[in-house]
């Protein structure tokens, strides 16, 4: 899986989820992670989660660490299991980071008792799936509590390097033990 940690600012639109995004924008083939550092604006049209569509939400917040995760298969399911690992990891190298602190996963989000840290989305298209994970830097005021990477003094894309690296990983292990496993006849 190959990977790009950009430092140039990007603003997150929600284009970034159509098929061969990375390939098209940076060379990246085949299964990819983006990461960068820019706001987050998405309008209604943009918007993957119908829940969130139907109220005609518009997810904004003014700077976050984003991960663009595209993989060419087209299973959903899969892909939710995938943002769910993803998300996971992430709560553990916060954890592991803010050892007076709890950050707990609710679904895909994670929290800091009442401020929400983070957004995510999965979609699946004709050729790939593709998961979002943003992380909020600054806290932004929203309708729902904010709090960022710089209220706990966390460098973003350390941390954008350590989450990549553990789940280029984690899917690597899983690729391996798939491959190990005698089948039971």
């Known amino acids: 899986m190959q990977f790009t940690i950009r430092k140039e600012e990007i603003k997150l639109t929600g284009e970034e989820m159509q098929p061969h995004w990375a390939y098209i924008n940076f060379g990246i083939a085949g299964n990819s992670i983006v990461s960068f550092v820019g706001p987050c604006d998405i309008k209604p049209e943009n918007i993957i989660d119908l829940e969130e569509y139907k109220e005609g939400a518009r ?3 003014d700077k976050m660490l ?9 299973d959903l399911e899969k892909a939710i299991l995938r943002q769910y690992l993803l998300i996971s990891i992430l709560e553990e190298k916060l954890n592991n980071r ?9 679904g895909d989000d994670l929290y800091d008792e ?10 699946k298209n ?12 600054t806290s932004t005021k ?6 960022g990477l710089e209220y706990y003094k966390i460098d973003p894309y350390e941390l954008a390097e350590v ?11 899983l690729k391996e033990k798939s491959w190990r496993m005698k089948a039971v006849l």
């Open 59 to 61: 997810i904004y917040a």
């Open 66 to 74: 984003h991960f663009i995760i595209e993989h060419f298969d087209t």
């Open 98 to 106: 803010l050892k007076d602190r709890k950050i707990l996963r609710w």
């Open 114 to 123: 009442d401020s929400k840290l983070t957004i995510s989305a999965v979609s």
């Open 126 to 137: 004709v050729v790939s799936t593709k998961i979002h994970l943003g992380v909020n830097i």
């Open 142 to 147: 929203v309708d729902t509590k904010t709090r």
């Open 163 to 173: 989450i990549i690296t553990q789940y280029r990983l984690e899917n690597r292990r």
